[in-house]
């Protein structure tokens, strides 16, 4: 009897430890991706303009009239996979070398999808532990890849007709000549509450855009031109138009624009109080393969390295149309050297390929 109480609460503290366990991971999931989120979204170069920049608030940034703040209460179910690892002592142990780059990647999933999505954002982040230097390397979603089983198919498409994010990744690396430790999937859809809980954000709409998109719930995209501010449901659909001239690549654009704006809310004071609300709503909207103590080592090394100098570019190529659709065509051989001068020593390059 006395055996089998202590059998008891031997497995009741194995059950305290996993739920521990999987908070500490929604907790770091929630961090990881404020920090990268604010470390993308100062990097004001994008598409056509790529640089480099120094992480530093910006200052008199321009007030608008913002909206009410939507009041969200705090919810205990993380959508996380418990790993009782211990935290390591290093800020950046459990990679490989002295850098460690991580695909990032938006889908856009709709409420009540159940099927794989196609992925609409890739950015690949590459961070040197040693110099503290980032580069995050944007590609298009429509750069034609040959899906291993399957033929020509666009990047946005390989998770879904391949092998789920495996299949993306070891395209990717392809691409850019570049071994991948980890990813970090995020569901856009779920950015539309964490904007709404930061009360919106302040986005420069630069043209009138209208679209009826044909979904059920965001149907019409209709936003007009000028600096304002934005629901979460507004913002996704300013992320979401693509009916102009460049098309995929403005797309690009303007989700990283989107991004910033969300960093932008993050550093502001009165986003503090949110973060109890906010982590755990993050933490539901992603998904990773990383390990807590990989996700320990870089969301560490991401807030303590505030003023790491970040290089930023989209992956270089040219517009292809095949069979009347269009494509991001890029040549493996000149991006593989590309690609590595931007993660060694910041280097950037024009956005299209000289033909």
């Known amino acids: 009897m006395e055996w089998a109480r202590m059998q008891g609460k031997k497995s009741y503290g194995r059950i305290i430890l996993r739920v521990l366990a999987d908070y500490k991971k929604a907790i770091l999931m929630g961090l990881l991706v404020i920090s990268l989120v604010i470390s993308v979204s100062l990097v004001s170069q994008v598409v056509g303009n790529e640089g480099k920049t120094i992480l530093q608030p910006e200052q008199n940034q321009e007030q608008v009239s913002s909206s009410k703040d939507v009041p969200i209460e705090p919810s205990s179910d993380y959508a996380v996979e418990s790993d009782l690892e211990v935290y390591p002592q290093q800020p950046v142990a459990n990679f490989k070398g002295e850098r460690f780059t991580v695909l990032l990647v938006g889908v856009d999933r709709r409420p009540g999808e159940k099927t794989l999505s196609n992925t609409d954002t890739l950015l690949l982040a ?179 390295n505030e003023n790491s100098e970040i290089s930023s570019q989209t992956l270089p190529g040219n517009f292809l149309v095949e069979k009347d659709i269009s494509y991001w065509k890029v040549n493996p051989l000149k991006s593989h050297a590309i690609v590595k001068k931007l993660f060694e020593e910041g280097e950037t390059s024009s956005t299209f390929f000289s033909r």
Do not use: C
């Not at 991004?259 to 993050?266: D, Y």
């Open 126 to 304: 590459s961070v040197n532990t040693v110099n503290g230097k980032i580069a995050v390397l944007s590609i298009p979603r429509d750069t034609q890849v040959t899906v291993p089983g399957y033929g020509k198919e666009k990047i946005n498409a390989a998770a879904r007709v391949g092998q789920g994010i495996k299949t993306t990744t070891t395209l990717i690396e392809g691409l850019t000549g570049q071994s991948i430790d980890g990813y970090v999937i995020t569901n856009f859809n779920g950015f539309k509450s964490i904007i709404d809980t930061l009360g919106g954000v302040t986005l420069n709409v630069e043209k009138n855009m209208y679209y009826v998109t044909g979904d059920s719930s965001d149907g019409v995209i209709n936003l007009e031109k000028g600096t304002q501010r934005l629901t979460g449901t507004q913002a996704l659909q300013y992320a979401r138009f693509r009916q102009d001239a460049l098309g995929d690549i403005s797309r690009t654009a303007r989700q990283q624009a989107v991004i910033k704006a969300i960093g932008k809310e993050f550093m502001q004071v009165k986003s503090v109080p949110k973060l109890p609300w906010l982590i755990p709503r993050i933490a539901k909207s992603v998904e990773t393969n990383l390990s807590i103590a990989q996700l320990w080592g870089m969301t560490n090394f991401l807030l303590h």
